[in-house]
């Protein structure tokens, strides 16, 4: 650049980068005396209308921004070229390498320091999410964190404590930042680094969430060594288990971080840094299981299943009595018919064999039989809902399971509502209901307590994040 010095105020040191045509330059302050990030946007022959849109929101989202680990705003101006004029944001300057620059030296990051990073970043992500409204970054990747050089102070602190000292942590470049307001009503700019970005991104589409897959696949690229591009996919998921060595918990934690479906990743980094501190309670009971009660409820991020047990009930057993009875009853005489028609017309033995056996050996393994479909058979209802499928089956002689209904796709839950009965003492919850489409979910629980029907629609409610009515 010819001008060494811009607004008569800023000295150019030296060009530290240029992303997309638009030059990143250190700077020395002269009222100051400090050193500042310039970046340049010039409207010469390549430039585009959406360079300036997100170059403006950039400076905007950072002046309002105050958060010691994010670059402050310092000056908004424009500058004269020779041959037309550009725009220059000031930014305070990070002493500080970013996490690619020390993976390309060498360094080697182990699980603790890893999760030191997810930690302090995640705080970061909490802090622009709580904006008003909240502030999406786009472009998480290893290249816009920075990590600062240990302090011997903090290092020897450390080490009296027993612990390690990572370094300061700091997202920068927030020239792809997007507010959820400034989405509403406008075009949508497709912005952010392949491999790094969620699938919803592609389509234009950021939400708060985006930026946990970014930070997930940034994390997986410092364990793995490798960049996410460059990993195998199943599903769009990034296979990446096979190239590292840690905990299961944090391999199933990244898993959830990189989720390709909106409807199974973490949603704000609220929820991702409480998963990430206290792994398993991600997927907590929010309302205790009812003393006694035999519904069994299973659940992980991926998967919730909810087993009914049949009404056992003494009214109904005798009922299932009387019918075992009736089926057999018809059986019974046919055999006895046999055998006095067999004496009374002096037929031969034949005859009379074929109602004995029938009396003494057909009625009972037929009763046996009845009776263990009837008394043995565990007909629970199983409601299940994994990332794909809600589906509601029952087993028949506890091995044999059938859908009571057609399995519909996850996405298609709209609703999720408590059915009322009027009773003598007023409206009670007797049973719980769920709309996929226009397919309805209703399995039977008038033979539960209210305690557990509520508990089992608050699980539920907890479970989608979603809402549930009366």
């Not at 409807?263 to 309302?287: C, H, M, Y």
């Not at 397919?439 to 539920?460: C, M, P, S, V």
């Not at 989608?464 to 009515?469: K, N, Q």
């Amino acid at each position: 650049m010819e001008e060494r010095v811009l607004k008569e105020r800023y000295a150019i040191q030296q060009c530290l980068g240029k992303n997309a045509g638009r030059p990143t330059l250190l700077a020395r302050d002269l009222q100051t005396q400090e050193l500042v990030v310039i970046k340049l946007l010039t409207f010469s022959a390549d430039f585009q209308w959406d360079d300036l849109k997100l170059f403006e929101r950039e400076a905007t989202t950072l002046q309002s921004l105050s958060h010691p680990a994010i670059p402050r705003y310092l000056d908004y101006f424009e500058f004269p070229t020779p041959k037309t004029k550009g725009l220059a944001l000031v930014q305070s300057y990070i002493e500080a390498k970013s996490l690619a620059a020390w993976v390309e030296a060498g360094r080697n990051f182990n699980e603790k320091e890893i999760k030191q990073i997810a930690n302090n970043l995640l705080e970061i992500l909490i802090y622009l999410q709580h904006q008003s409204p909240p502030v999406i970054h786009r472009d998480i990747k290893p290249s816009n964190i920075l990590l600062a050089e240990r302090s011997p102070l903090k290092q020897k602190h450390s080490a009296l404590n027993k612990g390690g000292w990572l370094g300061e942590v700091y997202l920068v470049d927030f020239g792809s930042v997007q507010t959820l307001a400034a989405r509403q009503g406008s075009t949508v700019t497709v912005v952010g680094t392949y491999g790094y970005m969620p699938p919803e991104q592609f389509g234009g589409r950021a939400v708060p969430a985006s930026d946990l897959y970014g930070l997930g696949a940034t994390l997986i690229y410092l364990v793995a060594g490798v960049h996410p591009a460059e990993l195998p996919q199943e599903d769009l998921r990034l296979n990446f288990e096979p190239k590292i060595a840690v905990s299961s918990d944090f391999v199933d934690w990244l898993q959830w971080m990189t989720e390709p479906d909106l409807n199974s990743r973490l949603t704000t980094a609220d929820r991702a840094l409480q998963a990430l501190e206290k792994p398993g309670e991600g997927v907590r009971s929010i309302v205790r299981k009812p003393a006694g009660s035999k519904v069994q409820l299973k659940k992980d991020r991926n998967c919730l299943e909810i087993v009914i047990p049949p009404s056992s009930s003494l009214c109904r057993r005798i009922a299932e009595l009387g019918m075992v009875m009736g089926l057999c009853f018809p059986f019974l005489e046919a055999g006895k018919i046999l055998i006095v028609t067999a004496f009374s017309m002096d037929l031969n033995a034949g005859l009379f064999l074929m109602g004995f056996t029938m009396v003494l050996v057909g009625v009972p393994v037929l009763c046996l039989i009845l009776m263990v479909y009837f008394f043995l058979k565990p007909a629970a209802t199983r409601l299940r809902i994994d990332r794909k499928h809600i589906s509601l089956t029952s087993n028949w002689l506890g091995f044999v399971r059938y859908n009571l209904l057609p399995p519909s796709p996850r996405t298609a839950i709209c609703k999720l509502r408590f059915i009322m009965n009027d009773t003598e003492s007023g409206y009670a919850r007797n049973n719980i209901q769920i709309w996929a489409g226009t397919q309805e979910y209703k399995f039977i629980t008038n033979h539960l307590t209210a305690a557990e029907i509520d508990w089992i629609g608050r699980e539920l409610s907890e479970w989608l994040d979603w809402p549930i009515s009366e």
